[in-house]
C-alpha cells in the first residue's frame, strides 16, 4: 500500500492481496458467485460495474496483468446488454458473459502461481 497526497492508495498485484471488504474483493465475489449460478447476468453486470465505480473513486489500483484481467470482464460488460429485451445480434449473450468471467477467474487463478 503506497501514500499520495495525504490518502493511501491501496494497489494488489494478485487476488490474494486484495482486502477484505474493498470494492476489488466485491469484484471477485460477484464474479465467482456468477459462474457459481448464484446471480443472473444482469444482476452481475449492475453490482459488477457498481464495485467498477467505487474501485475508481475509492483509491484501489490493481497492476498489471490484475488490471488487464478486470479490464476483459468490463469490455465483456460493455457488450451485454443488461436489459433482454434490448440484446441485439451480436452483443454478448449470458452463457459468452458466464464464460468469459469463468476464464478471466483462471486466469487470476494463474496469477497466484
Known sequence: ???????RI????RPSEV???SAVARQLDLMRRLVDGHLTGPDFARAWLAARRDLLH??????EPFERIL???F????DYPIDPALRSPGDTTEEQLQQGVRDALAKLADLER
Not at 491501496?10 to 498485484?13: G, H, L, N, V
Request: proline share 4%; charged share 30%; glycine share 14%.
Open 75 to 78: 469490455y465483456l460488460l460493455d
Open 19 to 21: 482486502t477484505p471488504g
Open 1 to 7: 500500500m503506497t501514500t499520495h497526497e495525504g490518502y
Open 58 to 63: 475509492g483509491g484501489e489500483r490493481v497492476r
Open 71 to 73: 479490464s476483459e470482464v
Open 10 to 13: 491501496r494497489t494488489w498485484r
